[in-house]
Each structure stands twice: as C-alpha cells, then as structure tokens.
C-alpha cells in the first residue's frame, strides 16, 4: 500500500503561483509513477502531470505545459507540482495518484489515490 497525502491547495489571483505537495508513506514511493489529476466542478477528472519513479521522465497535458512543473525528492518522499501564471480555468480538486506503469493518463489507470486538494483561482 502507498498512501498519498496533497497540501498546498489554496486560492490564488490569477497570474500567480502555488506549489503542491504530495507526501507519500507506506511501500517505496519511488517505485511508482506520481501523477497529479485534477477535476473541476461538473467536469471528468483529467490528467495533469506525471513523473518517473527516478525523476527523470516527466509529461505534461498541453494545457499546463510550460506553466507547472512536476518534480518530487525521493529522500522526503514526496512529490511536488509547480504551478505558474495560474488562470481561471486551473480552479479545481488536484490529486496525487501513483501506479506502476508509466504515462497511464486514465484516472481508472491509477493503483493509489490521494483525497485531493483544492485550488481556486480568482479573476
């Protein structure tokens, strides 16, 4: 079992920055893909973010590119996603997940959950 645990949620102006984190126990972390999923109100959970177990893979959906930026310290076991010049349309529930494959950009995909954080982004 990986149990995950996000922080870091809050609400930003848009054109600001938050930092996620996403601590996680139980067996080796960095034997898992992290992935950051978000879900806004009345809409399907959608892929994020992923990060190899080693770190030195990473993938972004186009929507985000060049605006976060996904990493994680395997010595802490947690995992991190850096969120720039935030807009509007970012507000939503973001999760940390794990799984074992790599790039899985289905929720169903996905071997452990987080409960999620909130982050609101005013206009």
């Known amino acids: 079992q990986v149990q995950l645990v996000e922080s870091g949620g809050g609400l930003v102006q848009a054109g600001g920055s938050l930092r996620l984190s996403c601590a996680t126990s139980?067996?080796?972390?960095?034997?898992?893909?992290m992935y950051w999923f978000r879900q806004a109100p009345g809409k399907e959970r959608e892929f994020v973010a992923a990060i190899s177990g080693g770190g030195t893979r990473t993938n972004y959906a186009d929507s985000v590119k060049g605006r976060f930026t996904i990493s994680r310290d395997n010595a802490k076991n947690t995992g991190y996603l850096q969120m720039n010049s935030l807009k509007p349309e970012d507000t939503a529930v973001y999760y940390c997940?794990?799984?074992?494959?790599?790039?899985?950009?289905?929720?169903?995909?996905?071997?452990?959950w987080g409960k999620g954080t909130l982050v609101t982004v005013s206009s």
């Open positions: 139980g067996r080796t972390g960095s034997n898992y893909v």
């Open positions: 997940a794990a799984a074992v494959r790599w790039l899985v950009t289905t929720p169903g995909g996905m071997n452990y």
